[in-house]
Each structure stands twice: as structure tokens, then as C-alpha cells.
């Protein structure tokens, strides 16, 4: 095998690669629980935090920027290469800022994904998706988390706002669609007309979730959260300024 040559940017990416793949993969695991044979485990679980994943890869899209490498990165043969793809990430360059496309959520080939946790990039994703809507209004105490990017072979795309409010979650959805048809809801909550737009809510009791849909300008649009933190008038507001 050839020797490969690294700069100090690289070598100082490829560690970042390394620590985040031992701590992954040589994490101490929880004894099996034995409740069953009557022995009680009282010992608390620990919650998953859903956003370690992101957490991550923001991580390594900071260091990329802190050392100017302005290209795709792509890390080959050895060790590195079982690291990159166990992270499974692409780092692409969007007008001087980084954008994480992972590799392995895309659904086919025909799908390209992005993640930005970044508002002040969300504005420039509009290069990859000219089409795309920034939301106007998201109810106060929201924190915005990320916007998930997705475009397929047929021009289409879906764009996935995520927001957070302490443990509830807001999602708006933005998904472009070739042919306008008929809007369809199931567990209908009622309708509202609006000056260029139906918005037809919904509710979940069994997922305790509650939202709306609407069409717009070729666009379907889904806006969803918890029962608790979303009531009609605030779901009016959010669509009004989707």
C-alpha cells in the first residue's frame, strides 16, 4: 500500500474522525437487564439525546472551517477510512460555509441530502434549492435545530425545518411537487381559507401531535409538533407565514 501524505489540516481532521469513532464504538455498554428472572434494576436509563448525531457533525464542520479547506474531503485507505464511513459524512463547501451532507440517510441514488444547523447559512441553501421557503414565524421559546435538504432526480426536493422548545419539537416541511392535486387529510381537525392558500388541520391523539397542511405555489407544506405547545391559533400563524 502506498503512503499517504497528510497536511495538518487534514491530520488534525482525521484525529477529530478518530476520537469520535472510539468514543462511539468503544463505549461501555449497559449490563443486560436480568428484571425478568426477578432480579429488580433499578438503576435509571440514560435518554439518547436525538441530536448527538448532529452535534457531531457540526463539530467537524467547525474544525473544516477553522482550517480553510475549501473542498470536499474525502479520506482513504487505512484506519481513516473505516472512521469516515462509520460517521458516514460528506463536507461540502456552500459560498465559504459548511454544509453536511450525510451519506447514508439518502433513501437512493437518485437522493442528495444536506444538513444545516446554521440559520445564518439556511438563506444560502436557496443556491441548491431556488425554490426553497425560509419560514416567517415560529411560535416564541423555539430554537431553531436544523434544516435537513433533500433533492431527487426529478427536480423535486423536500425541505425539513427543526425546532426545539425545551423536549417538545416543532417540524415545518416544505415539499415541492411536480402536478398540483387534491390535498387529502386524514383525522381532519377542520379548515381554513386563506387569501391563496386552504389550510386543513389535524390531530393525532395517539401520538399526542397536532398540526396542518396546505398547498402553495407547487409546494406541499406539513407543520407538526406536540399537542401540548400547538394550538389552532398558533398553527394559523405558523401558516401564514410559511
Sequence with gaps: MDTIEWTPEELRLREKFVEFYEEDYQRPTRPLDTSFMGEADNRP??????????????????????????????????????????????????RNDVVIAPE???????????????????????????????????????????LRLSQYGDGTYTGEYQYKKGDAELVIIYHSILEEGSLYMMNNDGSLELEDRTVYFWEDSITETRGANMTLDGIDVTVGGDMDELDKETLIKIAKGV
Design 104 to 146: 447514508g440517510e439518502a433513501a437512493d441514488e437518485n437522493e442528495t441530502v444536506w444538513e444545516i444547523d446554521d440559520m445564518k447559512v439556511v438563506s444560502k441553501a436557496k443556491s441548491l434549492a431556488p425554490q426553497l421557503r425560509i419560514p416567517s414565524y415560529v411560535p416564541p421559546g423555539y430554537e431553531f435545530e436544523k
Design 45 to 94: 436509563a440514560k435518554k439518547m439525546k436525538w441530536r448527538s448525531y448532529a452535534a457531531r457533525a457540526a463539530a467537524i464542520a467547525l474544525l473544516v472551517a477553522a482550517t480553510s479547506i475549501t473542498t470536499a474531503i474525502f479520506v482513504s485507505e487505512d484506519y481513516a477510512s473505516a472512521v469516515k464511513r462509520s460517521i458516514g459524512q460528506k463536507i461540502f463547501e456552500l
